[in-house]
């Protein structure tokens, strides 16, 4: 067995990564909240300074994925996206698939970096994470409550953000609404044969009225869509990652102009939204049967995405200035310390413990929120879907 091998199974570095992660995500939450006295003076150097600050803490999770596990990435575009990728602010509408879907984005948007930039629509329970969620507070991501009525305006105004935004950036969004579990995709087909609509396969069914408000809040200030299909032979999770298990992701990448996107009509909007997610089901299912998305359609090529050498350079300060000072106490203190300082450690470690499993919770498909039964933020009916689709073919 070779050093390196013991060292994977000991989890030292995802310890190490983990502490610093933690302590440093304490000092940039400070630095960030410092950053309020700027916003009214020029909301465009606070933005930036935020977003310097925020690529700082993400990208150590970054190390792990790309540097510590090597996970792969590999990107299918049609040739002419490349000219567009991170020179413009687009709305990324991406399938739900996997546990470990934030950190595929996160690595995405570092490498082509815009990485402290970029922003998602998330669910409100996120902002109360201990550092995390109060970094997302401070970073202007858009919480949403999960009741359309309520988030209509957080929807509209989430978009507004980019307007004057001074960092090109990408805008996530999951239209499926929760990461796609085998329970969850039974209680959406049981929603698509209710509306009428195609079963999906390998997706929930999206929820369309969001995906209607933002198109048509975007007109004039997001040039474009990215739609984004993820893909993974393996069903990854993040103690996976924390493991070192070698995963390889496939990215299939489509730009769609937002002229494009039919918003006159929130039925035709809606059925445009779910055809992009029939197209995704149909590439899934091509990835499956091929193990490739090379070739696809006939025009999607492979790149796979390079890691560098910015998230170690990271790492290594964050460790070198809070973790060597700290096990150099930690080991004078056990040394030399009564009982009192052994239970004092050990209800402190006890804490962290329970802080990241926390944080790692949010991580599992089966902890996200439920697929009900019926779609309370509206759907499509087939008769729509079949027109939006003639119109798409026919723009095609």
């Not at 000219?83 to 470990?100: G, Q, T, W, Y």
């Not at 329970?125 to 209509?152: A, T």
């Not at 085998?182 to 999906?200: T, Y």
């Not at 790149?303 to 004078?332: D, E, H, I, Q, R």
Request: proline content about 3%.
């Amino acid at each position: 067995m070779s050093l390196l091998s013991i060292i994977q199974k000991t989890y030292i570095v995802p310890l190490i990564v983990g502490y610093t992660f933690l302590v440093s995500g304490v000092v940039i939450w400070i630095l960030q909240a410092c950053c309020l006295v700027i916003w009214p003076f020029s909301k465009s150097l606070y933005r930036r300074c935020v977003c310097v600050l925020a690529y700082q803490h993400w990208v150590q999770m970054v190390f792990l994925f790309d540097h510590w596990a090597k996970a792969e990435i590999i990107f299918y575009h049609d040739g002419k996206l490349v000219d567009f990728l991170a020179k413009e602010h687009s709305l990324i509408v991406m399938n739900h698939r996997f546990d470990v879907d934030f950190l595929v984005t996160w690595s995405t948007c570092q490498k082509f970096g815009i990485l402290g930039s970029s922003k998602s629509f998330v669910k409100e329970e996120l902002k109360y994470i201990p550092i995390v969620g109060w970094g997302f507070s401070l970073i202007e991501m858009v919480f949403l409550k999960r009741n359309f009525q309520k988030d209509r305006k957080a929807l509209v105004d989430g978009i507004s953000i980019l307007k004057d935004y001074p960092l090109k950036s990408w805008m996530l969004l999951f239209c499926e609404g929760t990461r796609f579990t085998k329970q969850k995709q039974e209680k959406a087909n049981e929603v698509a044969r209710e509306k009428g609509l195609k079963e999906l396969n390998h997706h929930l069914l999206p929820r369309t009225k969001g995906f209607s408000v933002i198109t048509q809040a975007m007109k004039g200030v997001v040039p474009a869509v990215y739609d984004v299909t993820l893909c993974c032979k393996d069903d990854p999770t993040f103690m996976q990652v924390m493991s070192a298990k070698k995963l390889t992701f496939h990215l299939l990448v489509k730009r769609i102009p937002a002229e494009d996107i039919p918003t006159d009509n929130d039925d035709d909007s809606a059925a445009f939204c779910h055809k992009l997610y029939q197209e995704k089901d149909e590439a899934v299912n091509h990835f499956h049967e091929h193990g490739t998305l090379d070739g696809y359609q006939g025009k999607y090529k492979p790149l796979t995405l390079k890691n560098n050498s910015g998230p170690v350079s990271v790492v290594l300060f964050w460790s070198t200035l809070l973790f060597t000072p700290f096990a150099y106490y930690l080991m004078y203190l056990l040394y030399t310390g009564s009982m009192y300082t052994y239970i004092v450690l050990t209800i402190c470690t006890y804490l962290v413990y329970l802080l990241c499993k926390r944080m790692i919770s949010e991580t599992v498909s089966s902890k996200g929120s439920t697929y009900g039964s019926t779609i309370s933020n509206g759907s499509a009916t087939k008769q729509e879907t079949q027109n939006s689709t003639n119109q798409v073919e026919k723009k095609d």
